[in-house]
């Protein structure tokens, strides 16, 4: 028991003051778990609600790419200006210094490469994704590709293991060779990761419709990069999802194949929390690489 000398008497109850009550309002997020909610509210930012992801998983299926040869020497620099970080364990242990305190979405599915046909995928364990303290858990979703079913199984088994441990599920959707990636598609994709359980959902941007299939989506959608494009239409990119109702940007080879790619996520930050201009944000890339 309490030692009870020198106890002081608790008076400050607040009586007639109502309690607050924060309102979490994240799209499709209102009836999740406090963990859940907790775990997102470390991927996306509190004052703009979006994220600034950097993306550098591209190794577990293609290899050593452009930029990605030394993790050490390319993405370490740029840990301090990433709203999260997307990779696979392997590199995670073996290259990103605990002490960055980055939240994590952690790749979650693993198999086939480059060298065969892609997205035949099985999940990590979630024990791993514990033991790592993972912010999301992200599988790869083919839909419309040979193995749809593999992946949306995978998907589904994420939104159980998201129910049991309060780990988000970020659906990551697949674009094939043989797919065209206009608002059908993709709406389609998203609403199919979100109707399976995930928490977000990480595509493409399409010029034309783009913002039908973020009104179609449950839940909050961040765009995939894609390809390299030069700095200036990469912006562009940014700017053009976060306007269409994107909530932020899953980026890897537009920053770390970037001339400068500091300046470069420094610049799309400003596009995805300051919604500044493409021109605006791209003046800043250069002033940064003049520094």
């Given at each position: 028991?309490?030692?009870?000398?020198?106890?002081?008497?608790?008076?400050?109850?607040?009586?007639?003051?109502?309690?607050k009550q924060d309102v979490f309002n994240m799209k499709g997020s209102a009836n999740a778990g406090w963990g859940v909610k907790y775990r997102l509210s470390r991927i996306f930012?509190?004052?703009?609600?979006?994220?600034?992801?950097?993306?550098?998983d591209h190794g577990y299926i293609m290899g050593p790419t452009s930029g990605l040869e030394r993790i050490d020497l390319t993405i370490n620099p740029l840990l301090e200006y990433?709203?999260?970080?997307?990779?696979?364990?392997?590199?995670?242990?073996?290259?990103?210094?605990?002490?960055?305190?980055?939240?994590?979405?952690?790749?979650?599915?693993?198999?086939?490469?480059?060298?065969?046909?892609?997205?035949?995928?099985?999940?990590?364990?979630?024990?791993?994704?514990?033991?790592?303290?993972?912010?999301?858990?992200?599988?790869?979703?083919?839909?419309?590709?040979?193995?749809?079913?593999?992946?949306?199984?995978?998907?589904?088994?994420?939104?159980?293991?998201?129910?049991?441990?309060?780990?988000?599920?970020?659906?990551?959707?697949?674009?094939?060779?043989?797919?065209?990636?206009?608002?059908?598609?993709?709406?389609?994709?998203?609403?199919?990761?979100?109707?399976?359980?995930?928490?977000?959902?990480?595509?493409?941007?399409?010029?034309?419709?783009?913002?039908?299939?973020?009104?179609?989506?449950?839940?909050?959608?961040?765009?995939?990069?894609?390809?390299?494009?030069?700095?200036?239409?990469?912006?562009?990119?940014?700017?053009?999802?976060?306007?269409?109702?994107?909530?932020?940007?899953?980026?890897?080879?537009?920053?770390?194949?970037?001339?400068?790619?500091?300046?470069?996520?420094?610049?799309?930050?400003?596009?995805?929390?300051?919604?500044?201009?493409p021109s605006e944000a791209f003046e800043l890339y250069k002033d940064l690489c003049a520094d």
């Amino acid at each position: 028991m309490a030692d009870m000398e020198g106890n002081i008497d608790a008076r400050n109850y607040g009586i007639g003051i109502a309690a607050k009550q924060d309102v979490f309002n994240m799209k499709g997020s209102a009836n999740a778990g406090w963990g859940v909610k907790y775990r997102l509210s470390r991927i996306f930012d509190r004052e703009s609600g979006n994220t600034v992801m950097l993306a550098f998983d591209h190794g577990y299926i293609m290899g050593p790419t452009s930029g990605l040869e030394r993790i050490d020497l390319t993405i370490n620099p740029l840990l301090e200006y990433a709203d999260c970080i997307m990779c696979t364990r392997g590199a995670l242990r073996s290259t990103i210094p605990p002490m960055a305190c980055k939240p994590l979405a952690l790749r979650f599915s693993a198999g086939t490469t480059v060298l065969t046909s892609l997205n035949d995928e099985c999940l990590l364990s979630i024990e791993e994704a514990i033991r790592l303290d993972a912010c999301a858990i992200a599988p790869m979703v083919a839909v419309g590709g040979e193995f749809e079913a593999v992946t949306i199984k995978n998907l589904a088994a994420c939104a159980d293991f998201t129910a049991r441990y309060s780990i988000p599920t970020l659906g990551v959707t697949a674009v094939g060779r043989e797919l065209v990636r206009d608002a059908r598609y993709l709406g389609l994709a998203a609403r199919v990761c979100a109707e399976n359980g995930a928490n977000f959902v990480k595509t493409y941007y399409c010029d034309e419709g783009f913002e039908k299939v973020v009104a179609a989506c449950p839940v909050p959608i961040v765009i995939a990069g894609g390809k390299k494009l030069p700095e200036s239409e990469a912006l562009e990119l940014a700017y053009k999802a976060v306007q269409s109702g994107a909530r932020g940007v899953d980026m890897g080879r537009n920053i770390f194949q970037a001339e400068n790619p500091a300046a470069m996520i420094q610049a799309v930050r400003a596009v995805v929390h300051k919604f500044a201009k493409p021109s605006e944000a791209f003046e800043l890339y250069k002033d940064l690489c003049a520094d």
